[in-house]
Nanobody, 125 residues
Framework: QAQPVESGGGLSQAGGSLRLSCVVS????????VGWFRQGPGKEREFVAAVSRSGFTEIYSDSVKGRFTISRDNAKNTVYLQMNSLKPEDTAVYYCAADLRTGVPSRRSDAYDFWGRGTQVTVSS
């Protein structure tokens, strides 16, 4: 099992910053790729960012590129999502997902094996 647990969500004004954390309790965390997805009110779940098992490769959606940064600390079994210049349209439940198979960053939700329960991010205008 590699159940991700998210934290760090909350309320921010537009232009502000938040940092989300995702802990994956897996002995072989270094072999685990991790992605972040989000689902806004009335919207489908969408890809946000993903990082390879090594941390050397990152991919982002066009809507967050240049504002969000994904990183990982393998010593702490944790992946972070630093969110800057937040916009009201970033309001969503953010989910962390673990890929136990390839470790290659993917935009596809079916590339991930385990999902967290999500953390709410609300950005006011």
């Amino acid at each position: 099992q590699a159940q991700p647990v998210e934290s760090g969500g909350g309320l921010s004004q537009a232009g502000g910053s938040l940092r989300l954390s995702c802990v994956v309790s897996r002995r072989t965390f270094r072999d685990t790729g991790v992605g972040w997805f989000r689902q806004g009110p009335g919207k489908e779940r969408e890809f946000v960012a993903a990082v390879s098992r090594s941390g050397f490769t990152e991919i982002y959606s066009d809507s967050v590129k240049g504002r969000f940064t994904i990183s990982r600390d393998n010593a702490k079994n944790t992946v972070y999502l630093q969110m800057n210049s937040l916009k009201p349209e970033d309001t969503a439940v953010y989910y962390c997902a673990a890929d136990l198979r390839t470790g290659v960053p993917s935009r596809r939700s079916d590339a991930y094996d385990f999902w967290g329960r999500g953390t709410q991010v609300t950005v006011s205008s």
